[in-house]
T-cell receptor, first 113, second 120 residues
Framework: GNSVTQMEGPVTLSEEAFLTINCTYT??????LFWYVQYPGEGLQLLLK?????DKGSNKGFEATYRKETTSFHLEKGSVQVSDSAVYFC????????????FGGGTRVLVKP | GAVVSQHPSWVICKSGTSVKIECRSL??????MFWYRQFPKQSLMLMAT?????????EQGVEKDKFLINHASLTLSTLTVTSAHPEDSSFYIC????????????????FGEGSRLTVL
């Protein structure tokens, strides 16, 4: 079956530090890959996505590249801000499965001034 | 962008009562909505897929009679937690797919802000 594994948090960083959150997946076929962000007290928001191998998704300074050879979709940001403090979820979805998403466990990120 | 709204955002109820949570797509139609449950500091667990005009599809281990799902229109799905008990306390989140989107946008899901249920 499908599964997503991401690094456990919490991850605590200083402002302007480099952030990496590892995500690897197991899936049949060719899934789409997503990063969702959940700010305190809010619902999930799509941060970025990639639909095929070697695609790079990017948004708000965050990037992730779909690596089929390593089955990974690591999230990176070069210089984090306090406002980036949130929980980040890696997820995969397949159209053949009705676009149901399989989520990783989530990684809490805390950015300190 | 597409907006999904849940109501209520939080609810406290007594054990044994039933609670209904609504999920609405405000500016688009959704033939399919998904209901998730999120435990504290844990990931989202898919409970069921709600299909407009037909029965919901439940994931393995989710009690159909406990969590009643109705998707009566293209913009509204409801989750009713029947005879709630303290172990049902959780954060319930719905998501919806815009039926009109095609191509690369066809798979994107939009999430509600979640509903926190506390059963005393």
């Amino acid at each position: 079956g499908n599964s997503v594994t991401q690094m456990e948090g919490p991850v605590t960083l200083s402002e302007e530090a480099f952030l990496t959150i590892n995500c690897t997946y197991t899936a049949t076929g060719y899934p789409s890959l997503f990063w969702y962000v959940q700010y305190p007290g809010e619902g999930l928001q799509l941060l970025l996505k990639a639909t095929k191998a070697d695609d790079k998704g990017s948004n708000k300074g965050f990037e992730a590249t779909y690596r089929k050879e390593t089955t990974s979709f690591h999230l990176e940001k070069g210089s984090v801000q306090v406002s980036d403090s949130a929980v980040y979820f890696c997820a995969l979805g397949r159209k053949a499965a009705g676009n149901k998403l399989t989520f990783g466990g989530g990684t809490r990120v805390l950015v300190k001034p | 962008g597409a907006v999904v709204s849940q109501h209520p955002s939080w609810v406290i109820c007594k054990s044994g009562t039933s609670v209904k949570i609504e999920c609405r797509s405000l500016d688009f139609q959704a033939t399919t909505m998904f209901w998730y449950r999120q435990f504290p500091k844990q990931s989202l667990m898919l409970m069921a897929t709600s299909n407009e005009g037909s029965k919901a599809t439940y994931e393995q281990g989710v009690e159909k009679d406990k969590f009643l799902i109705n998707h009566a229109s293209l913009t509204l799905s409801t989750l009713t937690v029947t005879s709630a008990h303290p172990e049902d306390s959780s954060f319930y989140i719905c998501s919806a797919r815009d039926s009109s989107r095609t191509g690369s946008q066809s798979g994107e899901l939009f999430f509600g802000e979640g509903s926190r249920l506390t059963v005393l």
